[in-house]
């Protein structure tokens, strides 16, 4: 597989299908991502598109000093998750995972039911970490952003970046062990 | 100079590059004994949220939509600036309005195929591709112009195989482009070997060239420069494209390059052999029945 900076590079000069492989790449995680935020199947494939328009729109603006192309396209996701939650989010109630979400368990019926119940309590979860905690567990878990993506999507550097991963495993992990969030298998 | 000893937040963050790269969760413990009972659930709850997060999965069809939208969009991108050749007013007006109306329906229709174009097989647009590359040779006009219609064609079979190289494809795919490029380039090398004379009552006299056979053979010479640097294209490509293959597909797919480069050399070869102007026929011999015009 080509190096993803070459592909954008290449993208920059018009090359579609360049781009079509960055998309291919990073449309599942930025789905992924934004669906542990927004909670909502629908609403997240119509944010992924929308992260994938700004990026595509905003690409010539994109610079290679430094920065990770992926830590960019995230920092894009992250701005238009919290413009979207911001207006979404009533009185601080948390939004309930969508039950509509497509999992990928195969025919196991009752794989599914499971998976759907854990997904619904890691989410809850994820609503009772401080936004650096989901942050850090999103980018890193969900994403799958290497630390030093991780840290220059987040703004900040890599040893803090260790930091808050620790304290946010431990976070999450006393998140479900709450009574009310118990979950099988975590 | 004694090394800083590693702080827990390291070694949580060593288990988990490991663990990225395959490790198993009993090898990071032993690496660590001491911070293994620290280690263990956290590394187990990393796991799980990775495991659980990738079970949620995209349709298919939905991330095709949206790229079929994105590459529209990528299209209408504004690249170069252009005065505006009219003004809204225009279109209050019937005949404008009707005739931008037809060009915007055409348009629309010819954006698909644009947007088609950059697509590669197995792409929700790539039948369109094809086509559209179809029709291009049914509408070029001469013999020439489809010769070299074909060299193109067969040049964006192997910059497909470029592109296909690049996602993780398979040898199948690969052979099928790379037995079509050739496929293009025979066509292209059999139009400029067919005999097509000019009727016979159109040449000129003996010794002297008819215009048309000399562009037919100006076009041959054109297109045989066009094939071989194609081949020299495939020959630098095939190292990079078995490159990227994995080593198991690698033997198979050289052998089906070495095939294709072959038959590519060899009808060059036949492109080389410099084609006869028609003889001129004695009348008798004509191909044209003069007592019925327009019977052959």
Known sequence: MQDIDDLVR?????DLNAFSLVYDHFFPKVHRYITLRIGSATEAEDLTQEVFLKVMQALNTFQFQGSPFASWLFRIAHNLVVDRLRRKTVAGHAIP?????????????????????????????????????????LYRFVAGLSLAETASAMGRNVNAVKALQHSALKSLRKALTRPSLQVERL | MSRTKPTFEDILNDCLERLGQGESLEAC?????AEAPELAPLLRLALETVTLSSSIVVPTRVQQAVWVRLAQAWQGQPRKVRQPFFT??????????AIMLVLALFLAGWGTTEVAASSLPGDLLYPVKMARER???????????????????????????EMLTRRKTDEASLTTLAQGSTQKASQAVRLMMEKTPPAVVL??????????????????????????????????????????????????????????????????????????????????????????????
């Open chain 2, 135 to 161: 029709v291009e040779v049914t509408l070029s006009a001469s013999k020439e112009n489809k010769a070299r219609r074909y060299v193109k064609q067969a040049q964006e079979r192997s910059r497909e195989m």
């Open chain 1, 10 to 14: 290449e993208a920059q000069r018009g």
């Open chain 2, 88 to 97: 809204p007013h225009l279109l209050l007006r019937p005949l404008p309005a």
């Open chain 1, 97 to 137: 995972l969508d039950e509509a979400l497509s999992l990928a368990t195969g025919e196991d019926v009752e794989g599914e039911a499971i998976t759907s119940l854990t997904m619904q309590r890691v989410y809850q979860a994820l609503g009772q970490l401080t936004e650096l905690h989901r942050q850090v567990i």
């Open chain 2, 203 to 296: 040449l000129p006299p003996p010794g002297k060239v008819e215009p048309s056979w000399r562009d037919h053979e100006k076009t041959r010479l054109e297109i045989r420069a066009l094939l071989l640097e194609h081949l020299k294209h495939q020959a630098v490509m095939k190292q990079r494209w078995l490159e990227q293959l994995p080593p198991g597909q690698r033997k198979k797919m050289e052998s089906v390059f070495e095939q294709e480069y072959r038959q590519l050399q060899r009808l060059i070869k036949e492109l080389e052999k410099e084609a006869k102007q028609p003889e001129r026929l004695p009348l008798e011999q004509s191909p044209i029945d003069l007592d019925q015009p327009g019977r052959l």
């Open chain 2, 29 to 33: 413990l032993r690496r660590y004994p």
